[in-house]
């Protein structure tokens, strides 16, 4: 199925004029074709794109509306695979630093596609940092080959599709009649995640509480600073039904944490302390579990190793997102049969998806037949 040079040229005019359909406007569209060793050509495409939430969003340390991603394909002999980095601001990563990250990405260099290890290790080499420029080559990575195999990732990787997880829906911090109403119009969903780590969290949660009794997820975003107090609000938040309690204290308090784990009667999971898989073995002495996010971990198949060292550590896993399009969702998707909780309504929060895949049915994280990350354009 080579392509010839007429039928790229075909290719290239259409996708430029997709890049003016609306969301895309103002976006420059990015594609290098590359010559290789590689029986057939790879062509690189990346854009910048802005996510708008459909409400601000509100954690311990921010209030945003509007979250930077670049999408990006990965088309081989006429397949395209579909990847995103997303860049919550606090993070460090921008539409810049993804653009200059990914205009250093040289497919030339590959001799086979198939070889993720090979070739993620040397993108990964390219600089340090940079987990979410990392995360959407991997992803569409992954998704081209999944396509070329004619199989979505969870048949690859032999995961039951149908032992995936509730995921949480985040409720964000609000007065208590808008609380009131957002806990309402998220009936579908099984479990609540709370965001806390301010000085209204016993409101919030007593908020929830006066409107349904479904288990909550407690995210305190490093927002508690004071050992004692923190184990107080975790044997609080032990009586109010809450399954677990994430990053409660700063990343750099690591003794304070260490104690708290020990003494905590709810599980404790780290988040901005855990990024990539050199991260787990010191958080085992940290927490109870750690939260795997692609767009920390550099993507799928560091992922994958993550959540098979954890289990080996005995540790709980716990699949996160960020805000983030069905493409990045479903690709994290691949991987929660795996998982005891997941977070993955990332592509809920957002008012402008370019993709659909992975669909939250009946408040289930549910697996789209389709090979590869599973996620199509709308
Ligand atoms: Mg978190």
Same mark, same amino acid.
């Given at each position: 199925?080579?392509?010839? #040079?007429?039928?790229?040229?075909? /290719?290239?005019?259409?996708?430029?004029?997709?890049?003016?359909?609306?969301? @895309?406007?103002? =976006?420059?569209?990015?594609?290098?074709?590359?010559?290789?060793?590689?029986?057939?050509?790879?062509?690189?495409?990346?854009?910048?794109?802005?996510?708008?939430?459909?409400?601000?969003?509100?954690?311990?340390?921010?209030?945003?509306?509007?979250?930077?991603?670049? *999408?990006?394909?990965?088309?081989?002999?006429?397949?395209?695979?579909?990847?995103?980095?997303?860049? $919550?601001?606090?993070?460090? %990563?921008?539409?810049?630093?993804?653009?200059?990250?990914?205009?250093?990405?040289?497919?030339?260099?590959?001799?086979?596609?198939?070889?993720?290890?090979?070739?993620? !290790? &040397?993108?990964?080499?390219?600089?340090?940092? =940079?987990?979410?420029?990392? !995360? +959407?080559?991997?992803?569409? *990575?992954?998704?081209?080959?999944?396509?070329?195999?004619?199989? $979505?990732?969870?048949?690859?990787?032999?995961?039951?599709? &149908?032992? /995936?997880?509730?995921?949480?829906?985040?409720?964000?911090?609000?007065?208590?009649?808008?609380?009131?109403?957002?806990?309402?119009?998220? &009936?579908? @969903?099984?479990?609540?995640?709370?965001?806390?780590? #301010?000085? =209204?969290? #016993?409101?919030?949660?007593?908020?929830?509480? +006066?409107?349904?009794?479904?288990?909550?997820?407690?995210?305190? =975003?490093?927002?508690?600073?004071?050992?004692?107090?923190?184990?107080?609000?975790?044997?609080? *938040?032990?009586?109010?039904?809450?399954?677990?309690?994430?990053?409660?204290?700063?990343?750099?308090?690591?003794?304070?944490?260490?104690?708290?784990?020990?003494?905590? $009667?709810?599980?404790?999971?780290?988040?901005?302390?855990?990024? #990539?898989?050199? &991260?787990?073995?010191?958080?085992?002495?940290?927490?109870?579990?750690?939260?795997?996010?692609?767009?920390?971990?550099?993507?799928?198949? %560091?992922?994958?190793?993550?959540?098979?060292?954890?289990?080996?550590?005995?540790?709980?896993?716990?699949?996160?997102?960020?805000?983030?399009?069905?493409? !990045?969702? +479903?690709?994290?998707?691949?991987?929660?049969?795996?998982?005891?909780?997941?977070?993955?309504?990332?592509?809920?929060?957002?008012?402008?998806?370019?993709?659909?895949?992975?669909?939250?049915?009946?408040?289930?994280?549910? *697996?789209? $037949?389709?090979?590869?990350?599973?996620?199509?354009?709308?």
């Amino acid at each position: 199925m080579k392509q010839n #040079r007429r039928d790229f040229f075909k /290719t290239t005019g259409l996708l430029a004029g997709s890049a003016l359909v609306s969301g @895309y406007t103002n =976006n420059l569209l990015t594609e290098k074709i590359i010559g290789n060793k590689m029986s057939g050509k790879i062509k690189f495409r990346y854009k910048p794109y802005t996510l708008e939430l459909k409400h601000v969003f509100t954690v311990a340390t921010n209030s945003r509306t509007t979250t930077p991603v670049v *999408l990006t394909e990965i088309e081989y002999e006429g397949i395209i695979g579909y990847g995103e980095a997303s860049m $919550p601001p606090y993070l460090g %990563e921008s539409h810049q630093t993804v653009l200059d990250f990914l205009s250093k990405v040289d497919f030339a260099k590959y001799e086979n596609i198939f070889d993720l290890e090979t070739i993620l !290790a &040397d993108i990964d080499s390219i600089a340090p940092g =940079n987990p979410a420029a990392k !995360a +959407s080559v991997d992803i569409a *990575l992954h998704d081209l080959i999944g396509k070329l195999m004619n199989q $979505p990732w969870y048949n690859i990787w032999g995961l039951n599709k &149908d032992k /995936t997880p509730y995921t949480s829906f985040t409720i964000g911090i609000d007065k208590p009649d808008v609380v009131r109403q957002k806990v309402k119009e998220a &009936d579908e @969903y099984k479990i609540l995640k709370v965001k806390l780590g #301010r000085d =209204n969290d #016993r409101e919030m949660i007593e908020t929830i509480r +006066s409107v349904t009794d479904k288990p909550i997820t407690a995210d305190a =975003n490093q927002g508690w600073t004071d050992r004692q107090y923190a184990l107080d609000m975790i044997n609080w *938040l032990n009586e109010k039904n809450v399954l677990f309690v994430e990053q409660p204290m700063p990343k750099i308090q690591v003794e304070d944490l260490k104690w708290l784990t020990q003494h905590s $009667p709810l599980p404790t999971i780290g988040d901005e302390s855990v990024q #990539r898989l050199s &991260d787990v073995v010191k958080a085992r002495e940290i927490f109870s579990g750690i939260n795997i996010k692609l767009m920390k971990s550099t993507g799928m198949r %560091e992922a994958y190793k993550m959540i098979t060292l954890a289990r080996a550590l005995g540790m709980k896993v716990m699949l996160g997102c960020m805000t983030e399009t069905s493409c !990045a969702i +479903s690709a994290a998707a691949q991987l929660s049969p795996l998982v005891d909780w997941a977070d993955l309504d990332g592509a809920l929060l957002i008012s402008n998806d370019v993709y659909e895949g992975t669909k939250i049915i009946d408040g289930k994280v549910t *697996l789209s $037949p389709l090979p590869g990350i599973g996620a199509k354009k709308i």
